[in-house]
Structures are given as C-alpha cells and as structure tokens.
C-alpha cells in the first residue's frame, strides 16, 4: 500500500483525501488548524504549518512516504521541495518558484513572447510613484506571492496609489509589488494536466466578473459559466496559449491552471500556477460540466503510478454555472441557513458554506477569502444553469444586522 503527503485539510481539499482513500492510498494530512475537516478523515493527520518545509520532512520520512500532493492552495514550492528532497515524483523546485512568485513568471512568460500585460516590479512606495509617472493609469497592483485576489487592486489615480500599495503589502512578506497595465476583456479559466511531455487541457470556463465596477478597485469573481461563449476561433487561440504557457514556464509534471484574457480581441495570460485550481472549479464544477475529475490521477502520478488519462477526456458538455454568496456592505453576520433546502434545488450538485463566526463584522467583499458559500448547478443550458444557481444562493437565508 502506498502513502501520500497530503498538504492542507480543509473542506476543499477534503475532497482530494477521499480520493486518495478511495483509490487505496494511505494517507497522511497535514494542516495548520486542528480543526480542519480533511484531518478526520485520514488514516494519519498532523496539525502542522503546511508552508513549513523544514516542519513537514521529518512527518514525511517518518510516515515513508511514496508522494506529496496539494489542491488548491498556492504552495506548489513547498510540494516540489518535498519531493526533490525525498527523490519523489514532482516539479523542479525552480519550476515551481518561476509559476508561484508573480514576478518571476510574468517576466519569463514576456521573455518567452508570450503576450502580458506591461508591468514592473518596485520595492517601496517611491519607487512605485516615479514608475507611476512613466506607466500613467490605470495600473492593478498585486503582491508577489499570494493567491485569491488577495492584495490586488486597481488604481485610476494618483491619490489611490499608496492606499493600494499598502493593500498588497499587507498580504504579503515579499518587499516587491508587481505593478501590471490594466487589460480588459472576457476572462477565462482554464485547466490542464501534463504528463508525459503531454499536455491535456480538459476544462475552459467563463469567469463571471459582471459586477466588476461594484466590487472595483478590488477584483472579485462570482464564480465561473460553462460552456465558454467565447467565438470558437477566440477558444482555440486561448488554448494554444495555454500550451505555448506551460511550455515556457517548463511545466513538464502536473497540474496547471490558467487565467486568460482576451484584450484587444487577443489572449493574454494573467496567471498560470502550477497547481490545481480552488475556488470549487478543479473539484467541483469541472467535474460537474465535464465529467472529469483531474485528482484521480494527478494523485496517482504523486505516488509514481500509472496515471488514468483517459478520465482526462470530457465526458460530457451541460450547462453548468457557480456562484457565491458575496458580503456587499458593511454588516454584522449573525445566522445563515436553510442549507438543506438549496442542496435540493434543481440542478445542485456541489454546495459548500462557509460562513463567519456570529458577530463578525462584513464588508464589500475585497478578495475571494471574503466569499462564504458557493453552488454549483448543471442544467441542459448554460443559461438555465445560471438561473439554477443564482436562485440557489438567493435562497440561503442569511441574517444580517447593520453594523
Ligand atoms: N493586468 C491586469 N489587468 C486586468 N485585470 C487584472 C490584471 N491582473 C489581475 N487582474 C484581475 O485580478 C484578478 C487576480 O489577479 P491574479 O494575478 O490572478 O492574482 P491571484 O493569484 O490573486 O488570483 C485576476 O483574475 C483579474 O481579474
Ligand atoms: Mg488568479
């Protein structure tokens, strides 16, 4: 029997320890709170800074591991660390840093001729002033080492330059800020799995950024539309982008996740991690839509068995859509319910809360940790299935109190 090194337990990746147990693996969780759901369900759990290499090499060789695994949170660097430094199946740690640090990739990618938007990285707030004179506006500023929007703002004038720098430093303990021109257009969300010199890119969503100009200067998407409206010939192009990305960024092993662009009628990468995606879209809707569920076998290749590629290939095409319940304002959180009746709406497969502790004060949300429940509807239509889902989240009761 093999074991895996399974990185983070909360309610997302939960659902990759049970795939784990059910394809036979043993397996050892680990997360920093003790309360996370995943560690219940492991046949080993540690409660254990997940980032902290130096802290999870001695759980890993104790427990003889066979692979190291992580869905949805943005430490593929810590998972190449381990599996460099136990001889197991993974990405090269610089391949893992060059597709984490914001920084680092978007400056390969450019070099690669890969089309980005024009940025520059500054270390302090002087510096981002006199580039601001030489870029003009709009800008989006983002911390180099964060994930879920955290941090990244966007900046019209020269009175919301050091409000917003202030923003990304606070998520981050990196000095850079990546300072990036705005691009508009659709945005898309795409996801691949490369094996074997192969790169399979199985799912290609339409992000929903209709409430774009509320929520602004911070980005925040309301989940994610299949199939794709984009004009074939626009979807087509955003695939070979995808694959002229991964191979610049030697993504040779594993999961990558895309964020696209169409700018000018043309894509351009905003993001490529190389880790599946959260947010519900790897292990949720794609699997939805599509029939695929890609942590099957990217667990299999963790632990350096054959992995099954053909459950790679869709089986199918519904309409599918997600959405979450987003704070709008300031308020104080007080209940939410009437969860079983949405789970039972038409339509529902995947409903997940996440709600605060009573009292805590809400704001408009600012980055994708500040939304507390999501749903996933398929229907025959994508538009019937963002009806399904919408009325999902209207359902949920939430009691709310002026702040
Ligand atoms: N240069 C840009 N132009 C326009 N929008 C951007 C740009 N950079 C980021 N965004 C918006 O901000 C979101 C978050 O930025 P991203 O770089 O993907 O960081 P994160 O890792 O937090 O997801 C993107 O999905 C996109 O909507
Ligand atoms: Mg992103």
Request: hydrophobic share 45%; aromatic share 6%; with cysteine.
């Amino acid at each position: 029997m093999k074991t895996i090194l399974l990185l983070g337990a909360g309610q997302e990746q939960a659902l990759a320890i049970e795939q784990a147990r059910a394809l036979g693996y043993r397996t050892v969780a680990c997360d920093g709170a003790a309360s996370a759901p995943g560690l219940a369900l492991a046949d080993v759990s540690r409660v254990c800074d997940i980032r902290d290499v130096a802290a999870l090499l001695p759980i890993a060789r104790a427990e003889r591991i066979d692979g190291v695994f992580c869905h949805a949170v943005e430490i593929p660097e810590v998972v190449a660390a381990v599996a460099r430094e136990l001889g197991l199946p993974g990405l090269a740690p610089e391949t893992a840093h060059r597709c984490t640090d914001k920084h680092a990739r978007i400056a390969a990618l450019q070099r690669a001729g890969i089309p980005v938007a024009g940025f520059a990285a500054v270390r302090s707030a002087g510096e981002l002033q006199r580039l601001a004179r030489e870029f003009g506006f709009p800008l989006v500023l983002k911390p180099v080492d964060n994930a879920g929007s955290r941090g990244v703002c966007r900046v019209d004038t020269e009175a919301q330059l050091l409000p917003a720098y202030d923003d990304a430093m606070r998520y981050t303990g990196n000095p850079e800020v990546l300072v990036e021109r705005v691009l508009r257009g659709p945005q898309i969300s795409t996801e691949s799995v490369v094996h074997g010199g192969r790169i399979h890119t199985f799912a290609f969503a339409d992000r929903n950024y209709e409430r774009e100009d509320f929520y602004a200067p911070y980005f925040i998407e309301n989940g994610i539309n299949f199939p794709s409206r984009l004009p074939q010939a626009d979807q087509d192009a955003v695939l070979a982008l995808v694959e002229r990305t991964i191979a610049a960024l030697d993504i040779d092993f594993g999961a990558a996740k895309g964020d696209l662009i169409l700018h000018e009628g043309r894509p351009h990468v905003i993001e490529m991690a190389c880790r599946t995606s959260g947010g519900w879209f790897g292990a949720g809707s794609i699997p939805a839509a599509t029939g695929v569920n890609a942590i099957k076998p990217l667990l299999q290749m963790a632990v350096g068995d054959a992995p099954d590629i053909d459950a790679l290939t869709p089986r199918q095409q519904l309409g599918c859509a997600q959405r979450y319940w987003i704070p709008q304002g300031d308020a104080v959180f007080r209940a939410a319910g009437n969860f079983d009746a949405v789970r039972a709406m038409p339509g529902v497969q995947m409903f997940n809360t996440f709600f605060p502790t009573p009292g805590t004060r809400l704001h408009k949300a600012q980055n994708h940790a500040q939304r507390h429940a999501q749903v996933i509807c398929t229907a025959a239509t994508r538009e019937e299935a963002i009806a399904r889902a919408e009325a999902a989240i209207a359902a949920i009761d939430v009691v709310l109190e002026t702040a």
